[in-house]
């Protein structure tokens, strides 16, 4: 049987019901969990502004994108400690908490005006839903952030929950938030990977025995990180039915 035939001979997953149990074929159903600030979206412009907002209002030069991008997906506290420490100016608590209200109240009015998807998302998600995926989104923004953006790029009702950094008790890399995700998907927690960015994502896959598959174009994609992941993807055409199958059904989780 040539590789096309016994592909598509393999049963299709039915798309029709959202929960993780097998389908009448038996074929149980993939969670994809995804990151969202350097994996689905790259946030960096919006944020690099709203940090260029609060630098400029405390008489701060502004910072540039390639500056802020290896800190983006670390939250506005670490872009800014990260903005002040390269100006040599000290950062007080107070002006750290008086600037990261200032950062959230920008960026929340600002989210959707510079960031895009990266290539392949959109295909990459009808592919995946297809084919019978669960998808999800865990991400350290807060749930309104991470839901404000999708709305505005038309990407929520693709996914079956969006889980941020306040929708459980804890966050990633604590297991907790990437376990909650796949149970609020429908999902199954044996039949899941998680598609991220960063070691914080590669150590919530971890911890939680789930595999990681990190996207090479991210913020955060160092030898350490990449030594971390089950699967290294450069593009999001490699997000494949076939990949996902590989991991979930050979995977042995990483001793501690
Ligand atoms: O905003 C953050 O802190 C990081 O967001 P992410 O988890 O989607 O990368
Ligand atoms: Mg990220």
């Known amino acids: 049987m040539s590789a096309v035939a016994s592909l598509t001979a393999r049963p299709r997953r039915s798309a029709s019901v959202r929960t993780g149990h097998p389908n009448s074929a038996g074929a149980p159903r993939p969670t994809v969990v995804f990151d969202l600030d350097g994996t689905l979206v790259d946030t960096a412009p919006d944020l690099a502004g709203s940090l260029n907002h609060c630098l400029t209002l405390a008489g701060l030069e502004p910072t540039t994108l390639a500056e802020v991008r290896p800190d983006a997906g670390r939250g506005a506290q670490a872009m800014l400690r990260a ?64 839901v404000r953006l999708l709305d505005a790029l038309g990407l929520s009702p693709r996914f079956a929950a969006i889980c941020g950094a306040d929708t459980f008790a804890c966050r990633k890399p604590d297991p907790v938030h990437l376990h909650g995700t796949i149970d609020r998907a429908g999902g199954h927690r044996a039949h899941a990977v998680l598609v991220g960015d960063s070691e914080t994502d590669m150590e919530a896959a971890r911890r939680a025995f789930v595999p990681g598959i990190l996207v090479s174009f991210g913020y955060d994609a160092g030898a350490p990180v990449r030594a971390m992941a089950s699967a290294t993807i450069d593009n999001f055409g490699e997000l494949e039915p076939r990949l996902l199958d590989r991991l979930t059904s050979a995977f042995i989780p990483r001793p501690l």
Do not use: W
């Open 83 to 146: 903005a002040y420490a390269r100006a040599g100016r000290p950062l007080p608590v107070d002006e750290l908490a008086g600037q990261t209200a200032r950062f959230l109240e920008h960026y929340t009015a600002n989210i959707a005006e510079a960031s895009t998807l990266y290539p392949g998302v959109a295909l990459a998600l009808d592919r995946l839903a297809a084919d019978g995926s669960i998808l999800a989104v865990c991400t350290n923004k807060t749930e309104a952030l991470a």
